[in-house]
């Protein structure tokens, strides 16, 4: 009887402490918490950098050209996946059509991640020796919120795609013994 009162108290004991880290969690809002806010990249990049108005107005600029580029270029993936696939059915479809057209969403996803870069060396030309040495030590924290939002105002997806999963097997160039990419094909965006 007496091990039953122990594991009751126990029990009781971590409800109440579960409640309460519940409750603060919920009170608080912080980013990433259950109400799902996050904070948006460009003020996580603001508020850590510390930027002036004249910065922030700058920043603004280069993040809305950032963006409509990106936007543009992941409307051109998606025509050019939906291309792709709209094949799927078509056995008369060259191999050289597909090749065509894969080669193409890839290089569009290869414009998306240069015009990231560029739009972060653009930023850090903006900014003060020390600001540049803070963004030096959070982008690796700033990419990861890309790659969760996709894009620097938080907005549309597929921005960054991730990098393909390391499943410790060594890489054969992602192509099985037939030339055919592995694995399912890329979602459509």
């Given at each position: 009887?007496?091990?039953?009162?122990?594991?009751?108290?126990?029990?009781?004991?971590?409800?109440?402490?579960?409640?309460?880290?519940?409750?603060?969690?919920?009170?608080?809002?912080?980013?990433?918490?259950f109400d799902?806010?996050?904070?948006?990249?460009?003020?996580?990049?603001?508020?850590?950098?510390?930027?002036?108005?004249?910065?922030?107005?700058?920043?603004?600029?280069?993040?809305?050209?950032?963006?409509?580029?990106?936007?543009?270029?992941?409307?051109?993936?998606?025509?050019?996946?939906?291309?792709?696939?709209?094949?799927?059915?078509?056995?008369?479809?060259?191999?050289?059509?597909?090749?065509?057209?894969?080669?193409?969403?890839?290089?569009?996803?290869?414009?998306?991640n240069?015009?990231?870069?560029?739009?972060?060396?653009?930023?850090?030309?903006?900014?003060?020796?020390?600001?540049?040495?803070?963004?030096?030590?959070?982008?690796?924290?700033?990419?990861?919120?890309?790659?969760?939002t996709?894009?620097?105002?938080?907005?549309?997806?597929?921005?960054?795609?991730?990098?393909?999963?390391?499943?410790?097997?060594?890489?054969?160039?992602?192509?099985?013994?037939?030339?055919?990419?592995?694995?399912?094909?890329?979602?459509?965006?």
């Open positions: 009887m007496k091990k039953n009162t122990i594991w009751t108290i126990i029990v009781i004991v971590l409800v109440c402490i579960n409640s309460i880290v519940l409750v603060l969690v919920w009170l608080n809002g912080k980013p990433g918490s799902g806010k996050r904070t948006p990249p460009q003020e996580f990049l603001i508020k850590q950098l510390q930027m002036t108005q004249p910065q922030i107005e700058k920043f603004e600029i280069l993040r809305r050209a950032h963006h409509q580029t990106v936007e543009d270029l992941n409307v051109k993936i998606k025509q050019l996946k939906d291309s792709l696939f709209k094949n799927l059915s078509n056995i008369r479809v060259k191999q050289k059509t597909i090749d065509s057209l894969t080669n193409k969403i890839g290089e569009n996803y290869a414009l998306i240069k015009t990231t870069y560029n739009h972060f060396r653009d930023l850090r030309a903006i900014l003060l020796p020390e600001q540049q040495e803070k963004l030096d030590a959070i982008m690796n924290q700033v990419l990861q919120m890309l790659n969760r996709g894009t620097p105002n938080g907005q549309g997806n597929g921005a960054m795609p991730p990098p393909p999963p390391d499943n410790g097997q060594p890489n054969n160039g992602g192509e099985q013994p037939d030339n055919r990419p592995q694995g399912p094909p890329p979602p459509n965006n």
